[in-house]
């Protein structure tokens, strides 16, 4: 996932389809007045409940005068629908899971655009090209109900001693829940080609009887029906604060966790590309990643950014992520969780309690 670039806008803005006015040089400035004539944005899966996406929005409708709307939609369905539309897009950009970035540059629907802090986004986190970057990461973590479980776990190791339900959600539909398969894999020893040490700890817990296979959304942690969580740590995050902030931890398995994230796409057939390259360069500006931090998704850009008190009570600190690691081999990883549904109900399935 590549190589760092220099702190300046060296993409081009070049012609498309459309009769925009575009920037025609490289200044921020420049791209700033080609989107202000624009006057218009429209996003997809981008609303304004995930990740704080609502005061980016009115930022820049307020800053720069553009009006938006937003479609909520999953990351496939973005990307079918940058290419059945093409020429008519009624979308200019969107927000993928991590996997999708590269699916929607290989399906040539991407315009490339490198903001201005590109230096400060890592290797792994982005295409070297701008095709796709990581604004905000997620990492599996535990969320645990203190009020049913009394010796709260720190590490899969824990998890695996405790006498309490481990709940994960759906494997074969959920990329939270196979996202955290592939978590305890790290922690087990492997990898994204062999998932075997993390279906055998699977399996371990469906033995047991202590495997849950609801979804850990905010209405069953309310309701008491999780009692351990695996999720994504804006998700835990965002749940304890809304239902009840003493009575849930989160946290940041210590023997390993897997690290991903979304992406957004600009639509090379969107009718407003100076606008979505605006908003690119807006969410990775520290006002920006900000937001983002406030809706609890943890900035690509966090190592770079002082935030403010409220928001970094929001977050977990950074030693937290000590042992988390961004998916290493992404091609190994898009066959394994294909196959993942089979596998899952070949090892760990047929071991589940009654």
Do not use: C
Not at 231 to 245: A, E
């Amino acid at each position: 996932m590549k190589q760092l670039f220099a702190s300046v806008l060296t993409s081009a803005l070049v012609l498309s389809t459309t009769t925009s006015v575009f920037a025609a040089d490289d200044s921020v400035a420049a791209l700033e007045k080609a989107a202000k004539a624009e006057g218009t944005l429209n996003s997809v899966g981008m609303p304004d409940s995930w990740a704080n996406w609502k005061e980016t929005w009115q930022d820049i409708t307020s800053k720069y005068g553009i009006k938006h709307s937003d479609t909520d939609m999953s990351s496939a369905q973005e990307i079918a629908k940058f290419l059945a539309e093409k020429n008519n897009a009624s979308a200019d950009i969107g927000d993928v899971g991590a996997a999708f970035g590269p699916v929607a540059m290989k399906e040539g629907v991407t315009l490339p655009y490198k903001p201005t802090t590109w230096a400060q986004v890592p290797d792994w986190a982005k295409d070297k090209d701008g095709n796709w970057a990581l604004a905000y990461t997620g990492t599996i973590a535990f969320i645990i109900d203190k009020s049913q479980v009394k010796n709260e776990p720190h590490s899969w190791a824990d998890l695996l001693k405790g006498n309490y339900k481990v709940t994960i959600g759906d494997v074969s539909t959920a990329a939270q829940a196979a996202n955290g398969v592939l978590a305890a894999t790290y922690a087990m020893g492997g990898n994204e080609k062999n998932l075997k040490p993390g279906l055998e700890y699977f399996a371990k817990l469906a033995k047991a009887g202590r495997l849950g296979l609801n979804d850990p959304s905010i209405a069953s942690l309310e309701k008491g029906e999780v009692q351990v969580g695996i999720v994504w740590d804006f998700n835990g995050l965002n749940y304890r604060d809304q239902i009840d902030k003493t009575r849930f931890d989160v946290l940041i398995p210590t023997d390993g966790s897997i690290t991903s994230g979304y992406t957004t796409i600009i639509n090379k057939y969107g009718k407003h590309p100076n606008a979505a390259k605006l908003a690119r360069e807006y969410i990775f500006s520290d006002a920006g990643q900000i937001n983002l931090a406030r809706g609890y998704a943890r900035p690509i850009r966090a190592e770079h950014l002082t935030l403010p008190d409220d928001v970094k009570a929001k977050l977990l600190p950074n030693s937290e992520y000590a042992n988390a690691h961004p998916i290493t081999d992404a091609a190994a990883w898009d066959k394994s969780s294909k196959a993942l549904p089979r596998l899952w109900q070949e090892n760990v399935m047929i071991n589940m309690q009654q």
